[in-house]
């Protein structure tokens, strides 16, 4: 079966309120989208990717990023292991923006924990 792409206005809308609530405001939502893949084969749930400096140059443009969730995955979670994975997605994206990544050794099982904690208490309020 071949790779479908498809728009992830639901995910899109989760991690704009998730970002929010967290006060993640170096993220420009205008440039990080929102993508389901059906029929992939990676173990992966979710992942980022970002617009190289080589393509920046030539197409003459920002870097851009896109979130991608892959269906057969990420559609089984429930809400708090679906919140994880987006804040574990965002904290790849660095304050910068500038098409690189923040590794694993920034974006941590513990960061991810504490962040989602923080989400789970600032909800409350």
Aim: cysteine-free; proline content about 3%.
């Amino acid at each position: 079966m071949a790779i479908r792409y498809e728009p992830a206005p639901d995910v899109e809308r989760l991690a704009k309120e998730i970002a929010r609530t967290l006060g993640m405001n170096w993220l420009d939502f205008n440039r990080i989208h929102f993508l389901r893949t059906r029929g992939s084969r990676s173990r992966a749930i979710a992942r980022v990717s970002g617009l190289p400096k080589v393509f920046q140059i030539a197409l003459s443009t920002e870097a851009h990023y896109v979130v991608e969730v892959i269906a057969e995955r990420f559609d089984r979670l429930d809400r708090s292991q679906k919140e994880r994975v987006i804040i574990h997605e965002l904290l790849h994206i660095p304050k910068s923006m500038g098409g690189g990544y923040r590794h694993h050794d920034y974006v941590t099982r513990g960061r991810v924990e504490r962040l989602w904690q923080l989400l789970r208490e600032r909800r409350k309020n």
